[in-house]
T-cell receptor, first 109, second 116 residues
Framework: GQNIDQPTEMTATEGAIVQINCTYQ??????LFWYQQHAGEAPTFLSY??LDGLEEKGRFSSFLSRSKGYSYLLLKELQMKDSASYLC??????????WGAGTKLIIKP | KAGVTQTPRYLIKTRGQQVTLSCSPI?????VSWYQQTPGQGLQFLFE???????NKGNFPGRFSGRQFSNSRSEMNVSTLELGDSALYLC???????????????FGPGTRLTVL
């Protein structure tokens, strides 16, 4: 079967750095996405990785290792507005997106 | 550009009834995907439509069906509702089919369905 694993919940302090991990086992790989979802709102796109390595976009970075079936999302200089769920999704050989259950990130002052 | 819109935003139904949800994609987007989201389960893929054709289907029973019109608007229908169908139903649009190298999906606000 296909599986995406993420921690259920994480807590971090405002101004700090947090790393959210995602491991996957899918039938094929055609890219990995990270989305942010605030409570009661729709998911919004954060990043896309298809090749190994780090993609940096402002305070957010995403890393991919295809050989290890592993990705992480790194959030720097945390702000209270970063409190949200972070969803990892992998596009499989059929170009279907397989989603993790999401990581709820709680930011404390 | 207007975002993805979904109607209705909230719906309460009873077991055995049927329901139709509507999604209007961003203008110019031809691909519409539907997802079911429940606490702890994450997003479960229902189906994707591109240019009025179903391109991909998830592992949901035949009670779940959909269609796409020539203007790219899409509807999702669930017949014989069960309690377990209570969820947030999200639709997402993107400019191209999911087979493009890069396709960011733009999500609508969702329809919250409660089955009593």
């Amino acid at each position: 079967g296909q599986n995406i694993d993420q921690p259920t919940e994480m807590t971090a302090t405002e101004g700090a750095i947090v790393q959210i991990n995602c491991t996957y086992q899918t039938s094929g790989f055609n890219g990995l996405f990270w989305y942010q979802q605030h409570a009661g709102e729709a998911p919004t796109f954060l990043s896309y990785n298809v090749l190994d390595g780090l993609e940096e976009k402002g305070r957010f970075s995403s890393f991919l290792s295809r050989s290890k079936g592993y990705s992480y999302l790194l959030l720097k200089e945390l702000q209270m507005k970063d409190s949200a769920s972070y969803l990892c999704a992998v596009r499989d050989s059929n170009y279907q997106l397989i989603w993790g259950a999401g990581t709820k990130l709680i930011i404390k002052p | 550009k207007a975002g993805v819109t979904q109607t209705p935003r909230y719906l309460i139904k009873t077991r055995g009834q049927q329901v139709t949800l509507s999604c209007s994609p961003i203008s110019g987007h031809r691909s519409v995907s539907w997802y079911q989201q429940t606490p702890g389960q994450g997003l479960q893929f229902l189906f994707e439509y591109f240019s009025e054709t179903q391109r991909n289907k998830g592992n949901f029973p035949g009670r779940f069906s959909g269609r796409q019109f020539s203007n790219s608007r899409s509807e999702m229908n669930v017949s014989t509702l069960e309690l377990g169908d209570s969820a947030l139903y999200l639709c997402a649009s993107c400019p191209t089919s999911g087979r493009a190298d890069y396709n960011e999906q733009f999500f609508g606000p969702g329809t919250r369905l409660t089955v009593l």
